[in-house]
DNA sequence: TTATATGTTCGATA
DNA sequence: TTATCGAACATATA
């Protein structure tokens, strides 16, 4: 589920939900601990009596404050996502419950296990080791350009680097590079200046609508191209240019070859 | 059975 | 030392 759009509508939920209430017990259920980055024993020190008392978001990357000391980090990998239940039953693919005075709790649910949580002292610190960039609503069109310029790299294997900048993922990337009318093979160096503030202010556009208009997955703007993204799928404004399927840095790429030339 | 999936990391290579 | 590439991770669905 989660690129930019979506961790920001996850934080705007985990606000309402789970701000300024006491956590009486945390319970795990991955019996991997391939997600929990930091180890239970700690994790629960350091939240069963603490409340969250604010969040931040860089990118995919969403971290709530802890009023007992530090951050909980929180990362979605491909199929995470929130969700507050009160029932016996544990909403499918649980991880994590964080459980509250008032009775509610709150699951954290990831199905291919790729997400991450962990515990964090600060996020300066974090941002710094993690190599993680500015976020991408906030970067200037000349810190965009910057990141990318003088890469050798496909422009949208860049653009799903977290490093520079973060929040692209990869339908956005697809989207931004379809609006733009650029290919996705196309050597970052080799792109001009002009078409480094289309990017931007295209991916900017993207994200900013898709959190307006609370999107999450298979629910999008009718006029994104997200929605044409399947082989051969047939977009309005080019119906004699059938969408093609391509892999760029290992991931699967869809472009209108009409709009999107080499 | 094979291919694909919204993300990141790690090891090999240049 | 830095940049790039491809495989790997775990699970479901078509």
Redesign the pocket.
């Known amino acids: ?3 930019l759009p ?1 961790v920001e509508i996850m934080r705007r939920y985990f606000e309402e939900v789970a701000l300024g209430k006491k956590m009486v017990a945390i319970t795990f259920h991955d019996h ?1 601990d ?1 997600i929990f980055k930091t180890n239970r024993k700690t994790l629960t020190q350091k939240l069963v009596g603490a409340s969250f008392t604010e969040t931040e978001r860089i ?2 990357y969403l971290f709530a404050k802890l009023d007992s000391g530090g951050w909980l980090h929180l ?1 979605f ?2 199929t995470g996502n929130l969700e507050l239940f009160r029932s016996e039953e544990l909403p499918k693919y649980t991880r994590l419950v964080f459980e509250f005075e008032d009775g509610d709790k709150l699951a954290y649910r990831d ?4 997400g991450v949580v962990e515990w964090v002292e600060n996020l300066a610190d974090f941002q710094k080791k ?1 190599k993680l960039g500015e976020d991408l609503l906030t970067i200037s069109a000349e810190g965009f350009q910057k990141g990318l310029e003088n ?4 422009v949208k ?1 860049a653009l ?1 680097d ?1 490093k520079h900048f973060a929040g692209i ?3 956005i990337a697809d989207e931004m590079l379809f609006n733009c009318g650029i290919h996705p093979q196309k050597r970052c160096d080799q792109l001009t200046t002009e078409d480094f503030k289309a990017l931007h202010q295209s991916g900017v556009e993207i994200v900013q609508e898709a959190i307006a208009a609370d999107t999450h ?2 629910d999008f703007p009718e006029h994104f191209f997200v929605n044409y993204r399947k082989e051969k799928a047939q977009h309005p404004e080019h119906p004699k240019s059938p969408v093609e399927r391509l892999v760029v ?4 790429t869809f472009i209108v070859p009409e709009k999107q030339k080499l």
């Open positions: 589920m989660p690129e979506e991997l391939k990118g995919k990362h990998g491909m199905l291919r296990k790729f993690q890469r050798k790299v496909a294997t799903l977290q993922g990869n339908w997955y298979g840095g290992g991931r699967g």
